[in-house]
């Protein structure tokens, strides 16, 4: 089969990883995968063949891909309809990687913030996005109808749902894990300190997470009687919004490339916190992992935390669930910081984010799949001037 990926970014993230473990695996298993993406961007930078990469200059420019199936996440439809020349018989797979995937908001950190139900919310959706809004109810309703739509997760799919006013066909394809060869190895029960880790990029929706662990990590060093470090795996814009500690040690290591970052976690790690794909690669490794929870406040609530093996309907950072959830206290004095609760969180892994039963999965329902570039080009293809305006300002 051809298939072709479509998630142009300049950053490497979650999403950019997960695209290219399948592409990696599809090239493995004799499919032609081809990605489109800036020609220096997060995938050329993970390692995709010069020759696999359609290169974009801005997600403002058309693009030409010859492919049977093309996967891209639900936010980018509307640069990727417009600018797109596929053949008519070209199958379209839309996969939710995010809540807000298929929302339309403003890229505005005010905005983020505002009360879903706030009067001052729908003004400004009303003035400013409207058009937005209904185009992507009509698209991604179709889509749902049309087999064209999956969700990584629960949180996903109700949003979706709430957004689009209309029943939507409960369909998961929970985003998968790498193959990892790492193991963790055994702590000296002697041991006179504690690492934790905290992976992940440091963005405005991750930063109060990160915020809440330092800040309850640095009130649990006090009791200890051993060093406790944590040591924060990424890097983003948000990185300036970070909290200082004063009795906790915190080790700085910007991005980590998959290998250096695993054979650091099988090593160093007793517990690791991150929410989407970093939260699995450590609990592949066999390390105690658990999942914070997104926010768009400067601190996280005290109660954001949850052990991986508990989550439900595959969530791996949720905005609006609070079951289940525990604060730090509960964490440090029950039994998860030990290797019996890194290997189920390992085992969870093994059952529900297998990389080759996912894909295989994801090559599936875009089989099933009856939305057509053919339907798209007649009905889709839209060019909203607010989008146009903010690529140009951002360089997108």
């Not at 990424?234 to 500690?245: D, K, L």
């Not at 984010?353 to 329902?365: M, V």
């Amino acid at each position: 089969m051809k298939v072709a990926f479509y998630n142009p970014s300049r950053i490497i993230g979650g999403a950019e990883h997960l695209f290219f473990r399948l592409y990696t695996l599809y090239r493995q298993q004799g499919h032609t995968c081809k990605v489109v993406d800036y020609a220096e961007g997060a995938l050329s930078q993970l390692g995709a063949a010069a020759s696999d990469i359609i290169p974009i200059t801005s997600v403002r420019r058309t693009f030409s891909v010859d492919c049977d199936l093309f996967i891209l996440p639900p936010n980018m439809a509307y640069e990727a309809l417009y600018n797109s020349d596929l053949k008519g018989s070209t199958k379209i797979v839309f996969w939710s990687l995010h809540p807000y995937n298929c929302v339309p908001i403003l890229p505005l950190a005010f905005y983020k913030k505002l009360n879903a139900s706030s009067f001052v919310k729908a003004l400004i959706d009303y003035t400013f996005l409207a058009p937005q809004i209904r185009y992507a109810r009509t698209l991604f309703k179709d889509a749902s109808t049309r087999n064209a739509l999956l969700f990584m997760d629960g949180e996903n799919y109700s949003f979706a749902q709430k957004f689009i006013h209309s029943p939507l066909n409960r369909t998961f394809l929970p985003i998968p894990s790498p193959t990892i060869t790492e193991t963790r190895t055994p702590r000296d029960p002697e041991q006179r300190s504690v690492n934790f880790f905290w992976v992940g990029r440091l963005v405005d929706f991750k930063i109060g997470a990160l915020n809440r662990l330092i800040v309850d990590l640095d009130a649990w060093a006090i009791t200890q009687k051993f060093t406790v470090t944590l040591h924060v795996v990424g890097s983003g814009e948000a990185e300036g919004q970070m909290h200082s500690a004063t009795h906790l040690k915190i080790e700085k290591h910007g991005h980590l490339n998959n290998q250096l970052l695993h054979k650091k976690l099988a090593a160093e790690a007793d517990a690791v916190f991150s929410m989407g794909t970093s939260v699995l690669e450590s609990a592949a490794i066999g390390v105690p992992s658990f999942i914070t929870m997104p926010t768009y406040a400067n601190l996280g609530d005290e109660r954001s935390y949850l052990p991986l093996p508990e989550t439900k309907s595959f969530d791996l950072g949720s905005f609006s669930i609070s079951e289940g959830l525990l604060n730090f206290d509960k964490l440090a004095n029950g039994a998860f910081f030990n290797e019996h609760f890194g290997e189920t969180c390992k085992q969870y892994v093994l059952e529900h984010h297998d990389l080759t039963e996912i894909a295989a999965h994801l090559l599936e329902f875009g089989q099933r799949s009856t939305l057509l570039f053919s339907d798209v080009r007649t009905a889709y293809r839209k060019r909203f001037a607010s989008r146009y305006l903010f690529a140009a300002l951002t360089g997108k």
